[in-house]
């Protein structure tokens, strides 16, 4: 039997001037807000995902992409009339 490969929590780092980072396998990465604040401070907060840095309305759009229909299944692709 295969067993399931079981992936690593998200980590948070903090550095001596209050940096935070949240690290998923080794790359800057967050579902639930910044993945990068410098010094603490929210409003330079920057949004990553999988390593690649998004601005906030990107990393919002990429967030509600996640769930749902696949393309394939989305009727407004339907080419069938």
């Known amino acids: 039997m295969e067993e399931k490969k079981k992936f690593e929590n998200t980590r948070r780092l903090r550095s001596k001037d209050g940096t935070i980072a949240y690290v998923w396998e080794n790359k800057l990465h967050n579902w639930d807000g910044p993945a990068y604040i410098p010094q603490g401070n929210e409003r330079k907060a920057e949004y990553y995902i999988h390593g690649f840095q998004y601005s906030l309305d990107d990393w919002k759009e990429r967030k509600r992409e ?10 407004r692709f339907n080419s069938r009339h």
């Open 66 to 75: 996640r769930f749902g229909l696949p393309w394939y299944k989305d009727p």
